[in-house]
């Protein structure tokens, strides 16, 4: 069958990995892809600039030239809006394709998106086991029986539940992650990015993995699962061939969450791979040894969530149990490698008192990271926040309505809508702050408060922090700022161009002289041998 999925922003692994499953079944696989520059619903906003760039239509053109016998979403709730529009447009142009809903929004909420009239099938959960096997049914036409991990609509209306299986334990038997899908549209020459394993141990109430882990009806295996260091190592010499390899970013809840698979995949890495990486962590999972190893290898910079300084706070309402002391000694050993530590500081949690923040500012004054990487709270279908917010009042079930269904939730806009009011002014003020703090001589930092900012306008705030993280970021030379860059003058100019009818090559280039487009990955850790069909 032609398999086409939808995507938009930017490359996500989960498609990367089931387009190679579909691709190991034999199945014609495609995409549709929205840059959506100013507007990717999850890293940028800025609404004057985003209609200028808009390419809807170029997603649907895509759709309607690839034909597809099957369209396929994963959806996060900050474009599950998005992706359902341009579903029910394909509908129209296709009335018999079948169209499947997954990944993390549909999964907190899968009746509610099964309910809307454009869409047939609703995975839950990892779909390793069950997207096969509904291209299967859709293939055989034997659509009856029920599909683990799987909801889906007979043509009267009925729905044929599947039960909601455990989590695919042995990640090895799964093919590598099929790069070559986004080759037009990715720059994986400037940024590779790859997991290593799945599942977080913590279950933070603000987080997916608060509701994702207890999917399954029974608890079988283990939520967090390690890739081999040999399956891992075959990815990335694969890549190495293929790619002009400057860096790779690991996306894993946890990169360091097992620390003896880190001390031999790190002696490999920086035999055979040396490449610059980073990568998330976790301050229990860093140590002077993880540390110094990581640096050896060549990871230069981690990323880990703070969100709050208030210790008993955190531990009682967002079921963190880092302490400070813990933040301090981790700080101070990425420091000592070399490893640029960036923090994340969440505004708006429910309950929290503002003199967390000003704790947060004396600590950052004092002990500041590389960056401090600033969000605002965002309530996510089926996580425990929400009903944190209704207990506090500030959301209510109409809310929760407008939750579920996908709106409000623009991860980077910086909306206050459910924020406490009285706060918000000190949150603009502190956000600012946090901004500077890493960049500032020990004598400024210390005497940075944000009460020197609370009388400017909020909007106003808001701007210098926008203009003063790109602005730092570039001084700096800072490699996110630099290859967000990069993505946005490559793709601004591909738009242009476009609208003149001039075609550009695409983001990356393939150092393999056999461009294909369609690889299939079979037996990688035995013979690291690429079985190319077309």
Not at 23 to 39: P, R
Not at 490 to 512: D, E, Q, S, W
């Amino acid at each position: 069958m032609r398999v086409t999925f939808v995507a938009i922003g930017w490359e996500q692994l989960g498609i990367s990995l089931l387009s190679a499953i579909a691709k190991e079944k034999g199945h014609e696989v495609n995409l549709a892809f929205s840059v959506s520059l100013f507007n990717d619903r999850c890293h940028l906003n800025i609404p004057r600039l985003s209609p200028f760039f808009d390419d809807r239509k170029n997603v649907i053109e895509m759709i309607r030239k690839q034909k597809p016998d099957v369209l396929a979403f994963s959806a996060l709730t900050p474009n599950y809006q998005w992706m359902v529009g341009i579903a029910q447009e394909a509908k129209m142009l296709f009335p018999h394709v079948k169209i499947i809903f997954g990944g993390v929004h549909t999964s907190a909420v899968p009746d509610l998106v099964l309910s809307r009239s454009c869409v047939d099938y609703v995975c839950i959960g990892e779909g390793d086991i069950a997207f096969p096997a509904i291209l299967d049914a859709i293939e055989s036409g034997q659509t009856l029986e029920p599909i683990p991990n799987t909801r889906f609509k007979l043509p009267g209306g009925e729905i044929v539940r599947g039960h909601q299986a455990g989590f695919i334990q042995d990640l090895d038997s799964l093919p590598m992650y099929d790069k070559t899908l986004w080759e037009d549209y990715m720059q994986f020459d400037e940024t590779y990015i790859t997991m290593a394993s799945r599942g977080c141990p913590y279950r933070c109430t603000f987080c997916f993995n608060n509701f994702f882990a207890n999917l399954p009806e029974k608890r079988t295996g283990r939520y967090v699962r390690q890739r081999s260091v040999e399956h891992m190592m075959s990815e990335l010499r694969w890549a190495k061939k293929r790619y002009r390899l400057h860096m790779i970013e690991f996306f894993d809840d946890i990169f360091t969450v097992d620390k003896k698979w880190l001390k031999v995949f790190l002696d490999q890495y920086k035999t055979e791979i040396r490449v610059p990486f980073q990568c998330f962590t976790h301050v229990k999972f860093v140590d002077e040894d993880v540390a110094r190893w990581l640096s050896e290898a060549g990871c230069f910079s981690g990323q880990i969530g703070i969100q709050s300084m208030d210790d008993e706070f955190k531990r009682q309402t967002t079921k963190r149990y880092e302490t400070t002391g813990q933040i301090e000694r981790t700080l101070r050993w990425m420091n000592k490698y070399r490893i640029k530590p960036k923090f994340d500081h969440l505004f708006g949690l429910p309950g929290e008192s503002l003199e967390a923040q000003e704790t947060a500012r004396k600590f950052y004054a004092s002990a500041p990271p590389y960056n401090i990487q600033t969000y605002w709270v965002k309530y996510f279908p089926g996580t425990r926040l929400v009903q944190q917010g209704l207990e506090a009042g500030l959301i209510t079930f109409s809310d929760v309505n407008r939750i579920n269904d996908g709106m409000d939730c623009d991860v980077y806009s910086h909306s206050n809508k459910y924020i406490d009011p009285e706060k918000i002014k000190a949150y603009q003020a502190y956000q600012l702050v946090f901004k500077l703090i890493p960049v500032l001589p020990a004598f400024f930092r210390k005497r940075l408060h944000a009460k020197l900012f609370e009388q400017l306008p909020g909007s106003v705030c808001s701007m210098i922090s926008f203009l003063a993280d790109i602005f730092i970021g570039l001084i700096r030379a800072s490699p996110d700022h630099i290859l967000y860059a990069k993505y946005y003058l490559y793709h601004m100019g591909r738009f242009l161009l476009a609208k003149i009818g001039i075609r550009v090559p695409p983001a990356t280039r393939p150092l393999n002289l056999q461009n294909v487009r369609s690889p299939v990955f079979k037996n990688l850790v035995a013979d690291e041998k690429v079985l190319i069909t077309r």
